[in-house]
């Protein structure tokens, strides 16, 4: 530890006197900048290779506060919920090699209100990896924890977009990600084996790539690990092949993704009469090319270019089940009859239980989509255009390009809520807490396990309750203290097969934060249409964003309005959005941020449920003096259902949120602040009852409180 202290020391003492001689040398002092840039990212490097163990880390402690009011709630509802924490996050860096490195990251968790209940609370393991870059730099590697993309109909996570998001909104998203070991980037966290080979220049190609990945998508194929006794023994693996090459700014690439369950792991246990399992292999081979004009014209003000890419799917399922069925044997019997004997064969009918593999599915599709781009720096002004056409079958399906992180639908704040009308239960129950209240805050708890919270061998507790449970399965039990993590978060890091997600799909309907068009990314099928997008960045100073989407779902299965016999028809979807980012400090030419932002969407569909959405975001980021910041922001989101979204006995008509959130925020060291924020959500839904005239409606709003330190170490 002392000898990488000394060395540290000895580099950045160089860098500094580097940097120093290279100003004085310099000409200009953009010369200085590009100059120390440079020795910086050296010192950077350098540093990272030092052989050796590194710990670092971050230390949170905080409270957060949640008081709701509801005309809809119980008289002996609580109203309050209180959370108080200290949150540790260690991470454990080993290289034992100049190219390689350990990367082992663990998590702490106390709650301040159940600490003299917690005896042994368990370290939970966040990420494990062996990292590394070998061959002379040619060859990258990930071991363990990896985060891995290939391409938008392959291998790809879709994110919720939100233009111009202010900051103190996207730092929540981003700690709530993080608690489920996500990011917001489109790469897919995986579990396994991850290879990439770049050769660099060879004769006339600029770039040979070859990729291998090898991942366990599911321990034991659990299903939604919100229920953790939903699961199979059909474990389930991903196969991923990816090559290509790049030649005066154009790319070719062929990639390949074979996702499977292995059925000898399931067929090792017996299934129940009952249970039925479905086995499902999904392959998509695609082959996508690229263009970027700057290798061949470097001397344009502008570049233009364009991506595509054209894949085919198969998905294929059959499944397992046992079938009871009558079997006659004979039996070689003796008699005697008059004093004679005689053998006779008698039949013997028993109901046999054998096991039955039947095809259940087999779908092949296609997809494909082409992007035209004009990029260019003019007088200070960055800008980027992209439009382009996609198309996409009924029968397409691609399962890590297709399943979304965020799900929605948690109550994350006050979920003992209780509610005096049935039906108000009934709705929430569905439609679950606001999309903001999912989008923006998670709550972490260790609690600890008792014989009325765990699942037992024996099968029966308190949440599978039993009237022949025995009696004395609780007498003299001692609770040994350990405690279980867990989370109230509305995004999941679970990929999710094809029949799954069609029994999600009308969750996915109901949530207002899901894009109505395209809820599962570019690979969601049956879909075809234009779409366009201008990024526009003047200097730091001001930016603009805008969004367009034209698109139509041709196999919608509706149902005819006389017959009622069910028919195809078209769904047409338009989607548009625009933002600006002012920078008032920047403009003013002060040395500190006062930023400003806001923007406009709206989305809306001429058939199916009819849902029309409208969000509205502003906010501001302002350095007030020296360490102390000002943050805050507004959100307001209307989701409309024309044809009502059907709840049992009752048609969900309208959803109406807002979040309003504000603080400060006073910087420590780097990476370390104290922070206190305040906030207000309001969550309304609109619904009728069958027979009834009036519309009903439950409002729900929430004062939330915050407060933390964190700390970097």
Do not use: C
């Not at 004093?339 to 997809?367: C, H, I, M, Q, R």
């Amino acid at each position: 530890m002392n000898f990488n202290m000394n060395m540290r020391k000895f580099l950045l003492t160089s860098a500094v006197a580097f940097s120093a001689a290279s100003a004085f040398a310099a000409d200009n002092q953009a010369e200085v900048v590009t100059q120390q840039k440079s020795l910086l990212e050296k010192l950077d490097s350098l540093n990272a290779a030092v052989l050796g163990l590194k710990i670092n880390g971050t230390a949170k402690a905080g409270i957060a506060a949640s008081f709701a009011s509801s005309d809809q709630f119980a008289s002996e509802s609580p109203t309050q919920e209180n959370q108080a924490f200290t949150d540790v996050n260690l991470r454990l860096t080993a290289r034992p090699s100049s190219e390689t490195m350990i990367d082992v990251q663990l998590r702490l968790h106390k709650d301040w209100q159940n600490a003299y209940d917690e005896n042994n609370n368990p370290i939970i393991g966040h990420w494990f990896s062996y990292d590394g870059t070998i061959l002379n730099k040619h060859v990258d590697f990930n071991l363990g924890y990896m985060r891995v993309g290939y391409t938008p109909l392959t291998i790809y996570t879709p994110q919720t977009e939100i233009l111009q998001e202010p900051e103190i909104f996207a730092e929540k998203r981003r700690e709530a990600l993080e608690k489920r070991n996500l990011d917001t980037t489109s790469r897919r966290l995986l579990q396994g084996l991850n290879v990439v080979y770049n050769s660099g220049n060879v004769s006339v190609l600029d770039n040979i790539t070859a990729q291998l990945t090898g991942a366990r998508l599911r321990n034991t194929a659990k299903k939604i690990d919100q229920v953790f006794f939903d699961f199979d023994f059909a474990d389930r693996y991903l196969l991923g092949v990816r090559v290509g090459a790049d030649a005066y700014g154009a790319h070719l690439g062929v990639n390949f993704v074979n996702l499977m369950d292995r059925k000898q792991t399931r067929r090792s246990r017996p299934i129940s009469d009952a249970d039925t399992i479905y086995y499902d292999n999904n392959m998509v081979i695609s082959a996508d090319v690229a263009f970027d004009s700057k290798k061949l014209l470097p001397e344009l003000p502008v570049t233009f270019g364009l991506t595509g890419e054209f894949a085919m799917s198969k998905w294929k399922v059959d499944r397992d089940y046992n079938v009871k069925e009558n079997q006659t044997s004979y039996n070689a019997m003796a008699g005697k009859e008059d004093g004679k004997s005689f053998v006779y064969l008698k039949p013997v009918t028993k109901a046999v239980t054998t096991y039955t593999n039947e095809d259940y599915a087999d779908v092949d599709g296609k997809s494909f989509y082409a992007d035209l781009f004009v990029k260019g720096n003019i007088s200070d002004i960055d800008f980027k255009v992209d439009a382009g056409y996609f198309q996409t079958d009924s029968g397409f399906w691609s399962e890590l390009a297709s399943t979304p992180v965020y799900m929605g639908r948690s109550t994350i704040f006050n979920g003992n809520a209780l509610y005096g009308n049935p039906a108000d239960s009934l709705v929430l129950a569905t439609f679950g807490a606001s999309s903001l209240e999912n989008l923006y805050f998670s709550v972490y708890n260790s609690t600890t396990l008792q014989a009325t919270n765990l699942m037992t061998s024996g099968g029966s507790n308190s949440l599978s309750a039993d009237a022949g449970e025995s009696p004395y399965m609780y007498s003299r039990l001692d609770n040994n203290y350990k405690n279980g993590h867990f989370y109230r978060n509305g995004y999941t890091s679970n990929t999710y097969k094809k029949l799954e997600m069609l029994s999600l799909k009308p969750f996915m309907d109901i949530d207002p934060s899901v894009s109505l068009a395209l809820p599962l990314g570019k690979a969601t099928p049956d879909r075809k249409g234009i779409t366009a997008k201008v990024d526009v960045n003047w200097a730091d100073k001001v930016t603009f964003n805008a969004r367009v989407n034209m698109v139509t779902q041709s196999n919608l299965i509706g149902y005819d309005p006389v017959t009622f016999a069910p028919i195809s028809t078209e769904n047409k979807f338009t989607e548009f959005a625009a933002g600006l980012g002012v920078d008032a400090g920047a403009l003013a030419g002060l040395d500190r941020q006062i930023l400003l932002q806001g923007s406009y969407s709206h989305g809306e569909e001429d058939s199916y449920l009819k849902r029309k959405a409208d969000r509205i975001v502003a906010g501001f980021t302002a350095d007030v003096w020296g360490p102390i910041a000002l943050l805050g922001g507004i959100q307001m989101y209307t989701k409309e259902f024309g044809n009502g979204y059907a709840v049992a006995a009752a048609a969900v008509t309208k959803a109406t949120e807002m979040l309003a959130l504000g603080g400060a925020r006073v910087k420590l060291a780097p990476l370390s602040y104290v922070s206190l924020q305040g906030g207000l959500l309001k969550n309304e839904l609109e619904y009728s009852v069958i027979g009834v005239p009036a519309v009903n409606k439950i409002s729900i709003s929430k004062l939330v409180l915050l407060a933390d330190v964190t700390v970097n170490f």
